[in-house]
């Protein structure tokens, strides 16, 4: 107690002087101001959040609301940071004491430093501004150095406050094949909170993405809002407080449901960064900079090539063998795709892979299915002048394995009571260093017995429940977070060894789609529902939060009374592959797919790096309108879907984005099916920007019939 006396008349004396000369802290992007000042008590307040402010006018700011408000003390709503102290004492205050900002090109990073005057407790807030992206990262590092450890309760990586009329928060809700469902609404007094307990496979439900609109609802292009996301592969929670003042706090964070941490003498306690972009523009500006925030910052080989491919799951099964992949290389190779990517099925001998009830953790081939191994698949594709992928589960068991029957100890399941399997399987215990181990090696092997392996898919296909780790004994509050800390040592093994293979990240549909994981990952699968009409909603969806590089699209056979032109359009917005029998193509489909591919290949960089405009919501009309524009003005493609169009439904003019009105444009229809004319009567003229986005054109022209669709190509003259 004597040495907390010393170290508080120290600090005090630390604090009063630096902050009584302490300037704001001012956080600047092109078009957003975020300023925190030292104010009453030496704590830190959030004194303006929102459009960018010059110089002069931050200087008047100050008050507002603390920025890191923490638990125990006079703060009755939910804080950001819960910590009881070694000797029981439940509260925190943490001061002011100092702060530092880094900056490098576009990036500037500010580390501010806050510790509890009392007890030798310090949070260190880290905000990273990325200037042209209009971007805001946040974290807190938490540390001690308390004679035993101290016990987290709760551990936000920010804290965001709200002063508006109204707020409206926009979330992204499913289930398996339905992901991604947008709801809008008015938030009340309370909390209302946006969140994940699954542990792996955690975004199933909920994905960890939001809007808040202030005021009124944003739209597209109007309207003040935050968008945010977590960049967390484990659980994750948001939560909105709106108080009896009606001021808002957001808190984005790690759950810490089940997950309270016993943090040791000297440990650092990191949270994830919650990622934010304000625009007083609409949703459409807030997602064109997390887009462009993403690609250079936050998605492995963002601003680089994918590759288009063939996927056989929809098209075999686990029904394949040797001879009928190496059939289905040359299928690959008539379409043009870059790649043949072999999913599941292809591994286990003692417990063979035939369905998904067996096999997961025996990753040898099976002989009877493979006799010659993926190595010879390997060659045979590349005498085919195609590139090769294979899909992977290593996180999973299925308990009729060699693995299961080998580990029992790896596994995450409770002691005295029955398993509980889902799709027959478990979750290996990756906090368990083994574990982590044999999860690299599976990959590692693989591409090292395999260099001419191009693709990973990397599956995980059950979340957690029943869980418990042998390994973690009496930690087992640590379970979630572990988890997924010792995900990305593995990840960061296998990158470290393995920089830039492209890994896509699946978890059967859209379980696993954040920034924490895609900095590992060249693209994410986002759902198993492949139909054209579900994708474009779906696909519609991650748009908001996602750039179209990162958004797996394949066309499968699902969607009914759907022509392959429509599912070709709907893939081709995002990022395309082919999951599809394409031996059962008629001629002009296969000629259609073929031509589809090529003018894909022509295209995709307006589609990968281009700035993404949403004109016509599907959640808004029968039809979904959407374009991109690439950097210099000079190319777009605009998509136009119909989806199940009812006689009633007029569609009028489309008001084209994001072009340069001083521009001339030719405007052409482009992937029409074999022996089909355009029919728009625009079609191959040449306008202006400024009519482009001004008058308009008419996009459906003649009969509108439901589940058809158009691609058209705008190029500068
Ligand atoms: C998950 C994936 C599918 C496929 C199967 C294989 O469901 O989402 O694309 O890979 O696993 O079992």
Redesign the pocket.
């Known amino acids: 107690m004597i040495k907390y006396s010393l170290l508080f008349i120290l600090n005090f004396f630390f604090l009063t002087v630096l902050s009584q000369s302490q300037a704001p802290i001012v956080l600047q992007t092109k078009n957003t101001t975020l300023v925190l000042t030292v104010g009453n008590k030496h704590r830190l307040y959030q004194s303006y959040l929102g459009a960018r402010l010059n110089a002069t006018e931050y200087e008047k700011l100050s008050g507002g609301r603390e920025v890191y408000l923490t638990a125990g003390m006079e703060n009755q709503f939910e804080p950001a940071i819960r910590l009881v102290h070694a000797d029981g004492n439940p509260s925190l205050e943490l001061e002011y004491v100092s702060h530092t900002t880094q900056q490098k090109d576009n990036l500037s990073i500010t580390r501010i430093i806050l510790k509890d005057s009392v007890y030798p407790v310090q949070v260190v807030l880290q905000y990273s501004v990325y200037f042209n992206e209009d971007v805001i990262t946040s974290s807190a590092t938490i540390q001690h150095n308390e004679k035993k450890p101290v016990r987290l309760t709760q551990y936000a990586s920010s804290m965001l406050h709200f002063n508006a009329d109204t707020y409206w928060l926009t979330q992204f809700h499913g289930d398996w094949a339905r992901e991604v469902n947008m709801v809008e609404e008015k938030l009340t007094n309370g909390i209302k909170s946006i969140e994940s307990k699954l542990g792996t496979r955690t975004n199933f439900y909920q994905t960890p993405t939001f809007f808040l609109s202030l005021n009124n609802p944003a739209t597209e292009t109007s309207g003040e809002l935050i968008a945010g996301t977590l960049g967390w592969t484990g659980n994750f929670q948001f939560t909105f407080e709106t108080d009896q003042r009606n001021q808002l706090r957001v808190r984005p964070g790690i759950n810490p449901y089940a997950s309270d941490y016993t943090l040791q003498p000297g440990e650092v306690f990191t949270t994830p960064e919650f990622i934010f972009t304000y625009s007083n523009q609409g949703k459409g500006q807030a997602s064109r900079n997390l887009h462009r925030w993403a690609r250079n910052n936050a998605v492995l080989d963002g601003n680089g090539p994918r590759l288009t491919l063939l996927n056989n799951?929809e098209a075999t099964y686990f029904n394949f063998d040797e001879t009928k992949l190496i059939n289905l290389f040359d299928e690959a190779k008539q379409l043009g795709v870059d790649l043949f990517l072999l999913?599941?099925g292809w591994f286990g001998n003692v417990f063979p892979r035939n369905d998904?009830k067996a096999g997961l953790g025996d990753w040898q081939e099976n002989k009877s299915k493979l006799p010659n191994g993926i190595g010879r698949l390997v060659q045979e594709a590349e005498k085919k002048g195609i590139k090769f992928g294979i899909?992977l589960e290593p996180e999973m068991v299925n308990p009729k394995s060699e693995l299961y029957q080998k580990h029992p100890d790896w596994i995450l399941r409770l002691p005295n009571r029955a398993e509980n399997l889902a799709r027959s399987q478990l979750v290996l215990d990756l906090t368990n260093p083994k574990v982590q181990d044999f999860v690299f090696a599976i990959v590692d092997d693989m591409l090292t017995k395999n260099p001419g392996i191009a693709f990973i898919?990397w599956?995980c296909?059950r979340s957690m429940t029943n869980a418990y780790s042998a390994y973690l004994k009496e930690k087992q509050s640590h379970l979630f977070i572990e988890y997924t800390r010792c995900l990305y040592k593995v990840l960061d093994r296998i990158r470290a060894k393995h920089p830039h293979l492209p890994i896509m990240l699946?978890s059967?549909?859209g379980g696993r789609t954040d920034y924490g994981a895609l900095k590992y990952f060249t693209e994410f699968?986002p759902s198993?529902n492949t139909d054209g009409l579900e994708r474009i909603f779906i696909q519609w969806g991650y748009s908001y939060f996602f750039p179209a590089n990162t958004i797996a699209a394949h066309i499968t056979s699902m969607g009914k009374g759907q022509t392959l032109k429509f599912r070709t359009d709907v893939a081709m917005s995002g990022k395309l592959g082919y999951d599809i029998r394409v031996n059962e193509f008629t001629p002009q489909e296969l000629q259609f797919s073929q031509d589809a591919v090529k003018t894909y290949k022509r295209i995709n960089d307006v589609i990968w790096f281009g700035d993404l405009y949403r004109i016509i919501s599907p959640y808004e009309e029968n039809r979904s309108v959407l374009m991109y524009v690439n950097e210099n003005k000079s190319k777009a493609v605009l998509f136009n879907y119909h989806l199940n169009v009812r006689r009633k439904d007029i569609f009028s003019r489309v008001q084209l984005q994001g072009l340069d009105p001083k521009k001339k444009y030719r405007f052409k229809e482009i992937n029409l099916f074999p022996g089909i004319k355009a029919n728009n009567p625009d079609n191959d003229k040449v306008f202006t920007g400024e009519y482009l986005m001004t008058v308009g054109l008419n996009l459906t022209t003649g009969r509108v019939t439901s589940l058809t669709s158009n691609v058209f190509e705008i190029t500068e003259e």
């Open positions: 799951w999913d599941d998904d899909w898919k599956d296909n699946c059967g549909g699968w198993d």
